[in-house]
Structures are given as structure tokens and as C-alpha cells.
Nanobody
Framework: QVQLVESGGGLVQAGGSLRLSCAASGSILSINVMGWYRQASGNQRVMVAI???????NYANSVKGRFTISRDNAKNTVYLQMDSLKPEDTAVYYC????????WGQGTQVTVSS
């Protein structure tokens, strides 16, 4: 089992920044990829950014150049730095740990006002 605890969501004006954090505990050796997904109201959950154990990253086209994913392996924590936020970034953001099994955090609301 893997437990994921997210923090850092909130309300921000367009053009502002937020940083999300996700701390993993439990059977973390089974995790190959960690990342962030988001689900806007009425939409499906979609990938925002992922990062492998080795540090390779992949981003959704809509956030490239604005969001940065990183991880601190010593702290078993993954971060999502979100800059130049837009109203369309408003969603519930979920931390994910992908490997032998997939695990999800409880979600944190990000609201960007225009």
C-alpha cells in the first residue's frame, strides 16, 4: 500500500503561481512513476505532468512552459510548480503513484480567478 498526502492548493488570480506537494509513504519501492492529474467539473481526469524514478518528465501540452514537476527522492515527495496560471487550470488536482498498482491522493482544489 502507498499513501499519498497532498497540499498546496487554493485560490489564485490569473497569472499567479501555486506549488503543490505530494508526500508518499508505505510501499514506495513499488512506485515507478509519480505525477499529477486534474479533473475539471464535468470533465474526465487527465494527466498534467509525470516524472519517473530517473527524473524523466512528460507534460500535457496545455501546461508546457508553465508547470514544472520535480521530485525529492530523499523525502519521497513530488512537487508541481504552477506558474502563469489561467482560469482554465481550475480543477481538482490529484497526485498519482503508478507502478505495480496505481494509487491516488485525495485531491486538492486549485481555483484560478480571472
Amino acid at each position: 500500500q502507498v499513501q499519498l498526502v497532498e497540499s498546496g492548493g487554493g485560490l489564485v488570480q490569473a497569472g499567479g503561481s501555486l506549488r503543490l506537494s505530494c508526500a508518499a509513504s508505505g510501499s514506495i519501492l513499488s512506485i515507478n512513476v509519480m505525477g499529477w492529474y486534474r479533473q475539471a467539473s464535468g470533465n474526465q481526469r487527465v494527466m498534467v505532468a509525470i516524472i519517473t524514478k530517473g527524473g524523466s518528465t512528460n507534460y500535457a501540452n496545455s501546461v508546457k512552459g508553465r508547470f514544472t514537476i520535480s521530485r525529492d527522492n530523499a523525502k519521497n515527495t513530488v512537487y508541481l510548480q504552477m506558474d502563469s496560471l489561467k482560469p482554465e487550470d481550475t480543477a481538482v488536482y490529484y497526485c498519482a503513484a503508478l507502478g505495480t498498482h496505481d494509487y491516488w491522493g485525495q485531491g486538492t482544489q486549485v481555483t484560478v480567478s480571472s
